[in-house]
Every structure is written in structure tokens, then in C-alpha cells.
């Protein structure tokens, strides 16, 4: 008789348990959901209190930040690569603040942060990686990246095969895409 109350105890309690088990794993699930749905909102949100002046109110201050996160944007990417894979770069940072579908300001299209199945993935691969967006450890490549920022930016020099380029990986990974590809420049494939 013992054991007969002892084994409906013993399933009871494995009833009660799988439950409390169920319970947390719904609130585990529902805690990631609403995570995701607020990451999103706080990039949307904060990409959206970034001002895009019209051509005609373009001051210095506004050219030197768009330099600046155009050559941080080079460096981080591009700075072992040569002059041609250094503007290709740069060009394809441009071609991506002219296209529709990408925002219209060079730092902001640098910075561009998308939510895709709940994970956050940064358009550029450096400024992901924290430990990277911090310190410049390289004066001499940091200053022909900005060279090379000017050079793209304020003369309007390009490559002439790289106008449609939108996209590129280092030539170590396969991302997969079935994007047209243009050429291959340095360690990178550039796609239209």
C-alpha cells in the first residue's frame, strides 16, 4: 500500500514538475520575442534622430564627420588591402548612401545595424566587433584611409567597373549571395 501512494506521488510530482519546466520555457521564449521586438524598435529609433541635411545646408563640420566615418569605414575593412581595394571600399560605402533601400547619409550607412531572426547584424563586420571601433592602432594606414576618403568623396574619384557595387566579402568566406558579381580587387568580391 506504501508503495502504491509513494508511485502516485512520484507522478504527480513529475507532472508538476514537467509544468513548471513548460511555464519557463514559454517565458523564456516570450522574454527573447520582446527582446527582439525592442532592439529593433531602439535601432530604428535611433537611426531615425540622425539628420540628413539637403545639399545646400552641408557644412564643414558635416563633411568632416562624413570623412571621418568614411575613413574609419576604410580602415577597418580595408587597410591592409591596396589603393584600389581601399577606394573600392569607399566606393561601394558611396554607391550604398546613393541607392535606394540604404540610408542616405555616409555615416549612417557605416553604422547601419539590421534585426534579422532576432540577431542584430552590422552592414560593415568592424563595427560588430567592439573591440575594434574603439582605437585607430595604426596612424600611418589610418591617414591613407582618410586619403583615400578624400580623394572618393570630395574629387568624386572612382573605379570605373565598381559604379553598380552595393555589396563584398573577403575572398576567405562564402556567404552564399546570388548577387551578380563584378570583380574581385585585393581580398574582396564585389557584387552589384
Not at 535601432?43 to 568614411?70: D, F
Not at 558611396?94 to 542584430?120: E, M, S, T, W
Request: hydrophobic residues 40%; charged residues 20%.
Amino acid at each position: 500500500m506504501n508503495e502504491i501512494v509513494n508511485d502516485r506521488e512520484l507522478r504527480s510530482f513529475n507532472y508538476v514538475q514537467l509544468l513548471g519546466r513548460l511555464v519557463g520555457l514559454t517565458l523564456m521564449v516570450l522574454s527573447i520575442y520582446f527582446c527582439g521586438i525592442m532592439l529593433k524598435w531602439v535601432i530604428n529609433n535611433k537611426q531615425s534622430q540622425i539628420v540628413v541635411p539637403t545639399p545646400s545646408e552641408i557644412t564643414a563640420q558635416y563633411r568632416e564627420r562624413q570623412l571621418a566615418c568614411l575613413a574609419r569605414n576604410i580602415y577597418f575593412e580595408a587597410g591592409s588591402e591596396p589603393f584600389e581595394g581601399k577606394v573600392a571600399v569607399a566606393q561601394v560605402t558611396i554607391n550604398r548612401a546613393n541607392a535606394q533601400g540604404f540610408p542616405d547619409d555616409l555615416c549612417q550607412v557605416v553604422y547601419q545595424k539590421n534585426v534579422i531572426y532576432q540577431k542584430v547584424v552590422c552592414q560593415f563586420s568592424w563595427y560588430c566587433d567592439r573591440e575594434s571601433t574603439s582605437r585607430i592602432l595604426h596612424k600611418e594606414v589610418y591617414d591613407q584611409s582618410m586619403e583615400v576618403a578624400k580623394k572618393v568623396l570630395l574629387e568624386g574619384f572612382r573605379l570605373p567597373s565598381l559604379t553598380e557595387a552595393l555589396y563584398y566579402h573577403a575572398d576567405y568566406v562564402n556567404p552564399g549571395w546570388q548577387r551578380q558579381r563584378i570583380t574581385k580587387i585585393g581580398r574582396h568580391i564585389f557584387y552589384k
